[in-house]
């Protein structure tokens, strides 16, 4: 079987790797749209155009099922992906949002991008269960991940300075709303001590268990809209190896 998953860039890897410690036979398939990243600035309308695009790049790579790793996608294209393609199509939030559920003792805390924390898909979906939530923007952490920097000073203080006002508020659970936070997990863990931390990922995977054939070669494809100049580097602190990463052509817009 093979399963597509797309991200705005090296995040959704995160979920990737989840997937294939769960199903080890499946063939996998990976677009990071590393030219226009980060999604998490883009109107509706843009990641709307862009979902649609990496998706059609992942029918013609033949997936039978696809997850959408990006969170910002998933607040605002998962419906419309859904009527468009023929294969069942998953996203991280309401995943995140179920595994919260089961952890909470009343207050959540949701970190994400401007555009997921502006589309109130978590918030939305937690507060309908009655629990007390707040979210916060922390554009800085994609960027941060991006050039490497998941531990040490520079990371712990940008950490400080997006979660205080969330540790001041004593939320009990803590919504990763981005597949790039997980890289950072181990800085934000420490920063709030206590708080469980649900990574989206590990979810995901879960999610889609019922859904998958763990049939195929096992093979592992990795295509990105561009390369940056540290690309390989971030796919082997993911994936933990090394696998060469190709590049998309064909159906992006700018």
Not at 32 to 49: C, F, H, K, L, W
Not at 77 to 97: D, K, Q, W, Y
Not at 134 to 148: D, I, M, N
Request: net charge negative.
């Amino acid at each position: 079987m093979r399963v597509g998953v797309f991200d705005s860039g090296v995040g959704g890897l995160t979920v990737l790797k989840a997937l294939r410690e769960r199903f080890r036979r499946i063939d996998l398939v990976y677009l990071g749209d590393t030219a226009r990243v980060p999604y998490g600035i883009r109107s509706a309308e843009t990641v709307v155009r862009y979902a649609l695009e990496c998706a059609e790049f992942l029918k013609e790579k033949g997936v039978e099922l696809l997850v959408v790793a990006c969170n910002t996608a998933s607040a605002y294209a998962l419906e419309t992906l859904r009527r468009e393609l023929p294969f069942p199509v998953f996203g991280v939030i309401e995943p995140g949002v179920k595994r919260a559920l089961e952890l909470s003792r009343g207050k959540v805390g949701v970190i994400g991008t401007p555009a997921t924390v502006r589309s109130g898909a978590y918030q939305e979906a937690l507060s309908a269960a009655g629990l007390e939530v707040y979210a916060k923007a922390c554009p800085l952490f994609v960027p941060l991940v991006e050039e490497g920097l998941t531990e040490g000073e520079i990371a712990r203080k940008v950490v400080e300075h997006y979660l205080k006002e969330l540790k001041e508020k004593r939320v009990d659970t803590l919504i990763l709303g981005c597949t790039h936070y997980p890289l950072l997990k181990g800085v934000i863990s420490d920063y709030m001590e206590g708080v469980s931390v649900v990574d989206s990922s590990e979810a995901v995977s879960e999610s889609v268990r019922p859904f998958v054939k763990d049939e195929g070669n096992g093979e592992t494809e990795l295509y990105f809209t561009d390369f940056s100049q540290n690309l390989e580097q971030a796919v082997e602190l993911i994936l933990g190896r090394p696998v060469e990463p190709r590049l998309a052509k064909g159906v992006f817009s700018a």
